[in-house]
């Protein structure tokens, strides 16, 4: 059975500062690792991840994977206020060809001014 | 608006009462799924149809739920006999394989809100 395990699961921090979220993950016919960012509603797209070592940057935001070990990190620079919300992480397992994602519990990130 | 149309948004209902949702896809999205997100969790996979096959359900799905694509567009989920533990978000997603074989990547809807008093 797939497994993806996000860490920390809450985070707060004040406006300006950098954080890391973790992100390992067991999956049986990897395809690909992505984040979303899911504020009150639906989860939005923010990375795709399929080779290690080649970072994604968007803005502040930025991901990385690394396929020996099992993990991907997403940093985010400079926070603001509107950076808050659960950041999801995702594995993609193509057995089967049906691409079922296996989602981590998120790591809920507040900033305060 | 051409993503992903959900409705209800919200759902109050009694236990033992039955509810559907409904699930409308990005009209070219050929692959379509329904997840389960309770308070605290990430998304759970419930089952999947491509066109209108459905290919595989998790062992989430109990004899309570059904789904539904007639028509390989618009999906509906029933769940009959609701419990206090159907209480969650319904989120739909839809792909399409151009997406699927380049990354996996989902696109979801706003998600149905149950709440079984």
């Known amino acids: 059975e797939d497994k993806v395990v996000q860490s920390p699961l809450s985070l707060v921090v004040h406006e300006g500062d950098t954080v890391t979220l973790n992100c390992s993950y067991e999956?049986?016919?990897?395809?690909?690792l992505l984040w979303y960012k899911q504020e009150k509603k639906a989860p939005t797209f923010l990375f795709m991840l399929t080779s290690s070592g080649i970072e994604k940057k968007s803005g502040r935001l930025s991901s990385i994977l690394d396929k020996k070990e099992l993990f991907s990190i997403l940093n985010i620079t400079a926070t603001q206020t509107g950076d808050s919300a659960i950041y999801l992480c995702?594995?993609?397992?193509?057995?089967?060809?049906?691409?079922?994602?296996?989602f981590g519990k998120g790591t809920k990130l507040s900033v305060i001014p | 608006d051409t993503g992903v149309s959900q409705n209800p948004r919200h759902k109050i209902t009694k236990r033992g009462q039955n509810v559907t949702f409904r699930c409308d896809p990005i009209?070219?999205?050929?692959?379509l799924y329904w997840y389960r997100q309770t308070l605290g969790q990430g998304p759970e996979f419930l089952t999947y149809?491509?066109?209108?096959?459905?290919?595989?359900k998790s062992r989430l799905l109990s004899d309570r739920f059904s789904a539904e694509r007639p028509k390989g567009s618009f999906s509906t989920l029933e769940i009959q006999r609701t419990e206090q533990g159907d209480s969650a978000m319904y989120l739909c997603?839809?792909?399409?394989?151009?997406?699927?074989?380049?990354?996996?990547?989902?696109?979801f809807g706003e998600g149905s809100r149950l709440t079984v008093l």
């Open positions: 995702a594995g993609v397992d193509s057995g089967a060809g049906s691409y079922q994602l296996t």
């Open positions: 997603a839809s792909s399409s394989p151009r997406l699927a074989g380049a990354t996996g990547e989902l696109f």
């Open positions: 149809f491509q066109n209108e096959a459905q290919l595989e």
């Open positions: 009209s070219e999205h050929n692959r």
């Open positions: 999956v049986t016919n990897f395809r690909s």
